[in-house]
């Protein structure tokens, strides 16, 4: 018509056509961003200040998924040795209240029917799009292989003596 109403309607669709594309990209920039996480050897789990699990990778689920487990705890705490629930929780408050990475702690787990595994763990808080620091970061990599490897040399040394 002479107000233009086509050029405005093909517009429209141009601008939703495009907002489409942007969104579809977006979605596989996630996809991408969570597959690379999930190929991570390293455990990456992030929980809130008060040890609730909000995001963790496929080696932090395959650590502790037996069943339903994984699903029936939804708090670190439940997770992590429970004569040591209270120096973590310490440890949350610190990270989040000083804003700063803390030191590497050293988590024995007994694994039902398995064996004991030796991890270290990275406190990494994290700031939110407000300033704010609600949010941790924990980083775990599985040192059992060290120990393991460290006996064996130990034993080699001594038939060696």
């Known amino acids: 018509d002479e107000n233009g109403g086509l050029n405005r309607f093909i517009g429209v669709v141009h601008d939703i056509t495009e ?3 942007k969104e579809e990209q977006l979605k596989l920039e996630r996809a991408s961003m ?3 996480l999930d190929a991570q050897r390293t455990m990456i789990v992030r929980i809130d200040r008060h040890g609730n699990i909000l995001q963790s990778n496929r080696a932090f689920r395959n650590l502790h998924t037996f069943g339903d487990f994984f699903l029936e705890k939804s708090n670190i705490l439940e997770i992590f040795p429970a004569e040591r629930s209270e120096g973590f929780r310490r440890l949350f408050q610190e990270s989040l209240e000083h804003k700063r990475r803390i030191d590497s702690i050293e988590i024995e787990w007994q694994i039902p029917g398995q064996k004991v595994l030796h ?3 990275d406190f990494v808080p994290i700031k939110s799009r407000f300033g704010t620091y609600d949010e ?4 775990g990599v599985d040192i ?3 120990d393991h490897l460290s006996k064996e040399v130990e034993a080699i040394n001594s038939n060696l003596r």
Do not use: A, C, R
Not at 136 to 139: H, K
């Open 119 to 121: 991890t270290e763990w």
């Open 144 to 146: 059992s292989i060290v």
């Open 136 to 139: 941790l970061q924990l980083l």
């Open 34 to 36: 969570l597959s690379m």
């Open 19 to 21: 907002q489409w594309h």
